[in-house]
């Protein structure tokens, strides 16, 4: 059974452009989950999606966005990318729809650079 | 925040010893997790404990959870070098479908 994919791995990009990383959760999963990691912060939670639907959102600016396909796959876009969205993005697929009643399976991370 | 506190923050050993990792969070849960995260990877799911249950064993992990005083501990019996990661904790929120993940506690285990 294939794991969480994430790609790309890598990515640099420079103050100002957009970006858009994609997730393929493991198959008959339909709940995607996108966190983002820094040293400082930590794991910050950036959207849920169940089923096309984004059900939850943190407490990030209006251009960070995300959307999910009728086949699960998800995909967040960031725009106008600043230093500080330098991060470890990582997607998390999860069994079920009564929310994380079940482990999740994340991907190995979508590594950002902005310069 | 609602993000739980993993304590310490980090933690040395040598193989062979057993390390306890603490978790503090703030409101009711679902459940609570464990993940363990191996240089800046992906998580790993470890355990899941429900809020009725108390304790936890898989393998050499062993997980408690105690309610009344919204703490979780997670310990790790006879370490060896390949446990060394970064380990967190999360909890499923009652009334929210997102985990809320700790800041995590680094585990150093030498040989």
């Known amino acids: 059974k294939a794991g969480v994919t994430q790609t790309p791995r890598y990515l640099i990009k420079t103050r100002g452009q957009q970006v858009t990383l994609s997730c393929s959760p493991i198959?008959?999963?339909?709940?995607v989950s996108w966190y983002q990691q820094t040293p400082g912060q930590g794991l910050q939670f950036l959207f849920e999606?169940?089923?096309?639907?984004?059900?939850n959102k943190g407490n990030f600016p209006g251009r960070f966005s995300g959307r999910q396909f009728s086949n699960s796959r998800s995909e967040m876009n960031v725009s106008t990318l600043e230093l500080g969205d330098s991060a470890l993005y990582l997607c998390?697929?999860?069994?079920?729809?009564?929310?994380?009643?079940?482990?999740?399976?994340f991907g190995s991370g979508t590594r950002l650079t902005v310069v | 925040s609602q993000q739980g506190e993993e304590d310490p923050q980090a933690l040395s050993i040598q193989e062979g010893e057993n390390a306890t990792m603490n978790c503090s969070y703030k409101?009711?849960?679902?459940?609570l997790q464990w993940y363990r995260q191996n240089s800046g990877r992906g998580l790993v799911h470890l355990i899941l404990?429900?809020?009725?249950?108390r304790e936890k064993h898989s393998g050499r992990l062993r997980v408690t959870l105690d309610t009344s005083k919204k703490s979780s501990s997670l310990l790790i019996t006879a370490s060896r070098a390949a446990d060394t990661a970064s380990y967190f904790c999360?909890?499923?929120?009652?009334?929210?479908?997102?985990?809320?993940f700790g800041k995590g506690t680094m585990l150093l285990v030498s040989p």
């Open positions: 998390a697929s999860s069994l079920g729809s009564g929310g994380p009643n079940y482990g999740y399976t």
């Open positions: 198959s008959g999963h339909r709940s």
């Open positions: 999606y169940f089923s096309e639907t984004q059900r």
């Open positions: 409101t009711s849960i679902n459940n």
């Open positions: 404990i429900r809020s009725n249950e």
């Open positions: 999360a909890t499923a929120y009652s009334g929210y479908s997102t985990l809320t």
